[in-house]
């Protein structure tokens, strides 16, 4: 005699929403990379260039041009991105360190 098929279904998944911790706005901003200092350079030319251009397509031109610079028209954008970078780990050393509670008062932050 065969076995009849039965189905069974599955308990549905409760999915555990996670908190987004809020943004401190004390907190250093980060760097920009070479290509945003390259996109926010380049953007106005580009609108100028193609007037009545929907948002979204300024971007993908900015990124054809991108693409399209050699190694060394890249060179002046990554530089001011190292200097960013270099400003950013500075500043985040500073933030951490303002963090850090008082050993001798806990409770106090010194910043």
Do not use: H
């Not at 400003?87 to 963090?99: D, F, S």
Request: with cysteine; aromatic share 8%.
């Amino acid at each position: 005699m065969p076995k009849e098929k039965t189905t069974r279904k599955a308990a549905p998944k409760t999915k555990t929403e996670k908190k987004k911790k809020a943004a401190d706005p004390n907190a250093p901003k980060r760097g920009l990379s070479a290509y945003m200092f390259f996109a926010n350079e380049q953007r106005e030319k580009v609108r100028e260039d193609n007037p009545g251009i929907k948002f979204g397509e300024v971007g993908k031109l900015l990124g054809e041009k991108w693409k399209a610079l050699n190694d060394k028209q890249r060179q002046p954008y990554e530089a001011k991105a190292a200097l960013d970078k270099k400003r950013y780990e500075q500043e985040k050393a500073a933030y951490t360190v303002c963090l850090l509670p008082n050993p001798c008062n806990p409770k106090k932050i010194t910043c």
